[in-house]
């Protein structure tokens, strides 16, 4: 597989894959970037690997609670 991973971050994702590899491409991307900025991302993206076929969002946050008191 071939994998792009983003993060606000890039150095947190270094530190996670430290051993380069091929078929990993770490890049800088905050979704409260301008338009523009994320656009040209995209086309970053796009030609690391010549396609996209999926896109996962795992962005979020985590709150440690007891279920009935969390929300």
């Known amino acids: 597989d071939l994998v792009i991973a983003t993060a606000r971050d890039v150095e ?4 996670a894959f430290p051993t380069p ?4 491409r770490l890049m800088k991307l ?3 970037d ?10 970053e993206a796009l ?3 010549g396609r996209i076929d999926v896109v996962v969002n795992n962005a ?11 929300g």
């Open 12 to 15: 947190k994702l270094r530190a």
């Open 21 to 24: 590899d091929r078929a990993l």
């Open 30 to 32: 905050d979704i409260s």
């Open 34 to 43: 301008p338009a523009d900025v994320i656009q040209q991302r995209m086309k």
């Open 47 to 49: 030609s690391a690997f």
């Open 60 to 70: 979020g946050y985590g709150v440690k609670a007891v279920l009935e008191e969390g």
